[in-house]
């Protein structure tokens, strides 16, 4: 990635996030146990790639963020009414488990993200959940 790319990313999280935290002033479900959950995540993935050496691309950290956010934890909160413990652990695992997958040398981007959820998508633990998969 060109690392002109890197701030521009970087800026968007940090958008993303207080957004977030502004909405759960006057919509607090589902906005503000997803954000807490996505940023979980966020932690979770950047964590495993410390444990290899690696860190998480600006790119990679607004995908994990929002495909924690809008893809398993507002639903599962909004539709499923899965216990938010609950869905903390699933995306962290997922998240994990992402990364460790990500095959990206010292950095792990989005694109590598993406390839890893498409070739491990049956040991993440939110494809059981049935919400967007085939």
Request: glycine share 8%; aromatic share 8%.
């Given at each position: 990635?060109?690392?002109?790319?890197?701030?521009?990313?970087?800026?968007?999280?940090?958008?993303?996030q207080r957004r977030d935290r502004f909405r759960a002033q006057e919509?607090?479900?589902?906005?503000?146990?997803?954000?807490?959950?996505?940023?979980?995540?966020?932690?979770?993935?950047?964590?495993?790639?410390?444990?290899?050496?690696?860190?998480?691309?600006?790119?990679?950290?607004?995908?994990?963020?929002?495909?924690?956010?809008?893809?398993?934890?507002?639903?599962?909160?909004?539709?499923?009414?899965?216990?938010?413990?609950?869905?903390?652990?699933?995306?962290?695992?997922?998240?994990?488990?992402?990364?460790?997958?990500?095959?990206?040398?010292?950095?792990?981007?989005?694109?590598?993200?993406?390839?890893?959820?498409?070739?491990?998508?049956?040991?993440?633990?939110?494809?059981?959940?049935?919400?967007?998969?085939?």
């Open positions: 990635m060109d690392p002109a790319f890197y701030s521009f990313f970087r800026d968007s999280l940090e958008e993303a919509l607090p479900r589902p906005w503000l146990p997803a954000h807490y959950i996505a940023s979980g995540g966020l932690e979770a993935a950047r964590g495993q790639a410390g444990e290899q050496g690696r860190r998480v691309r600006p790119d990679a950290e607004l995908l994990i963020y929002l495909m924690s956010r809008e893809f398993v934890a507002k639903p599962g909160i909004a539709v499923r009414e899965i216990p938010e413990p609950e869905l903390e652990s699933i995306v962290a695992d997922d998240m994990r488990t992402l990364v460790a997958e990500a095959e990206d040398g010292e950095e792990v981007s989005g694109h590598a993200l993406l390839v890893a959820a498409g070739s491990r998508w049956d040991s993440l633990r939110s494809s059981a959940l049935n919400f967007w998969g085939p």
